[in-house]
């Protein structure tokens, strides 16, 4: 326990010795900061006693006047605290209890100082919450990255930049909505806990069910029973998902994220690439201001439509000097991808290994937000296969700055090959593969009722918010990101924001 703690443990005791107590219920504040400010001068005229509540930021004494700047959620004000007004019992007793951190309501009418600052005059408050625990120290931060993520509560005190992220994260989830249901699509609900994983090729988290006796899987993706939802009848539905994968953690990657998917019968995908671009219009404009460029990391990039098309065999040749078209083997590409100096250990199928080599040499190329077509028809189990090329899939992914940002392909409705092709995924899992699909008979006995041509993607939100908020590593847009777990260290202290005069 730090030194302040053990203090401010024996202001608390006070307190209750007094009979106070430190977290009451409060009587409720009349307005927000934000709304006292807004309507300051008709409160300077009328004089009316209000009542607001937040956090204590700063304490400043001179003499028998204190200046206090409360925060909360919307804005910060200065309250002044007079020592002829309160009674000196109470100015008294407010220095000898009240500390930077700790959450006050507070009442009096509003004032000008004489520099002109728009403050409170406090006639009386209440102790909400006593903080035991400083602030981060005022000047320098929060700075530690580990801290900020595995503190969040203090991030989002000391950095107000970090709080801007959120704030701007739920305008974009609002704008995704909003669009959706403009576009009448209906918003549902799929299982979390599924007897199955599928819809992806991931690794999941297994938990047991007690009552049912069975092992259960956290979903890796919803796009399964989006789909049987299709075949019910549904035919434009979307869900923001809360998805998990049990794979590594990068700037790019984090156990649980989330996703937004959406189905559309009777539609294909060039309708859901031009759905797509209305998509990312509208948010991008409703983030800034009517804009549809922004800036990432120094990189210019335009959201405008129409988006480039670029062809996934094209693309392969182009940075690697690989022609997919003529290997019509898994050894064949292996020997390939092994040439570039890459290593296949462990990487299972001819899918797997082109896309091990999409991603470390030719997807790191892509700066601008950009539509890649024609992946091969064994990295996409879910899809179907090119009228032209059958070797190839019906698909579409947009990649921005490297990354996959959306993954979308004309459904495969067809049962019978559904079911080879995850015969297919199966033997891969048991030559070792921990991405595979694993063959979902009830899924297939949807399949077989009949799903409508649909065409269908997912869109990761954590990693277009990094790419509009411009921020590099996903776990700044997360605001509890999946960390490893530290031990409880008693020692372990946090400067104070600012010290009291």
């Known amino acids: 326990m730090i030194p302040e703690e053990i203090a401010r443990r024996e202001r608390l005791q006070n307190l209750r010795e007094q009979n106070i107590n430190p977290y009451p219920i409060g009587s409720g504040r009349d307005r927000t900061i934000k709304k006292l400010l807004t309507h300051f001068e008709e409160l300077e005229s009328s004089q009316e006693p209000v009542a607001i509540a937040g956090r204590v930021r700063a304490i400043r004494k001179h003499g028998g006047v204190s200046f206090i700047v409360l925060q909360d959620e919307s804005e910060r004000v200065q309250l002044v605290l007079h020592r002829d007004t309160i009674g000196v019992e109470k100015y008294t007793h407010f220095h000898d209890h009240i500390d930077v951190g700790d959450i006050l309501e507070t009442h009096g009418p509003v004032m000008l100082t004489k520099k002109g600052e728009r403050s409170q005059k406090i006639t009386s408050y209440i102790l909400l919450s006593k903080a035991l ?49 403009e576009e009448g699509f209906l918003e549902i609900e ?91 219009e509208s948010i991008v404009k409703a983030l800034f201001d009517g804009e549809t460029t922004i800036t990432h990391q120094e990189d210019e990039l335009s959201f405008a439509s129409p988006l480039p098309r670029l062809q996934y065999y094209d693309l392969v040749q182009k940075e690697t000097g690989i022609n997919l078209s003529e290997i019509d083997s898994e050894e064949a590409l292996r020997s390939k991808i092994e040439e570039q100096g890459l290593e ?127 921020v590099h590593n996903i776990k700044e847009v997360i605001l509890f990101p999946t960390l490893k777990p530290k031990q409880p260290n008693n020692d372990e202290s946090t400067e104070s924001e600012e010290g009291k005069e």
């Open 133 to 181: 625990l400083p602030l981060p120290e005022k000047w320098h931060g929060l700075s530690d990255v580990e801290t900020r993520f595995r503190k969040r509560e203090l991030d989002l005190i000391a950095n107000p930049a970090a709080k801007h992220i959120f704030m701007q994260r739920s305008l974009l989830m609002k704008a995704m909505r909003d669009f959706y249901h």
């Open 344 to 470: 296949t250990k462990g990487i299972v199928g001819f899918g797997e290994l082109a896309d091990h080599l999409w991603k470390k040499r030719v997807r790191p190329s892509i700066t601008q937000p950009t539509f890649v077509l024609g992946y091969p028809a064994a990295a996409k189990p879910l899809a179907k296969r090119s009228t032209e090329h059958p070797e190839r899939s019906s698909n579409v992914q947009l990649l921005v700055k490297g990354m996959e940002v959306m993954n979308g392909f004309d459904e495969l409705n067809d049962p019978i090959e559904q079911e080879e092709r995850f015969k297919e995924q199966e033997a891969l899992r048991e030559r070792g593969s921990e991405d595979a699909h694993q063959i979902d008979y009830e899924y297939l006995d949807a399949l077989k009722t009949g799903l409508p041509p649909s065409a269908g993607y997912g869109m990761g939100i954590d990693r277009l918010c990094t790419l509009l908020l411009d």
């Open 190 to 280: 799929t299982p979390i806990l599924q007897p199955q994983a599928g819809g992806a090729e991931a690794k999941p988290f297994v938990t047991h069910h007690n009552a049912l006796g069975t092992d259960l899987f956290l979903r890796i993706a919803p796009e399964l029973y989006l789909k049987r939802c299709v075949v019910g009848g549904f035919e434009k539905v979307f869900e923001i998902a809360r998805c998990f994968r049990n794979e590594g953690i990068s700037f790019q990657h984090n156990p649980e994220f989330t996703q937004v998917e959406c189905y559309w019968a009777y539609a294909n995908k060039e309708q859901m690439m031009e759905h797509i671009e209305r998509l990312l």
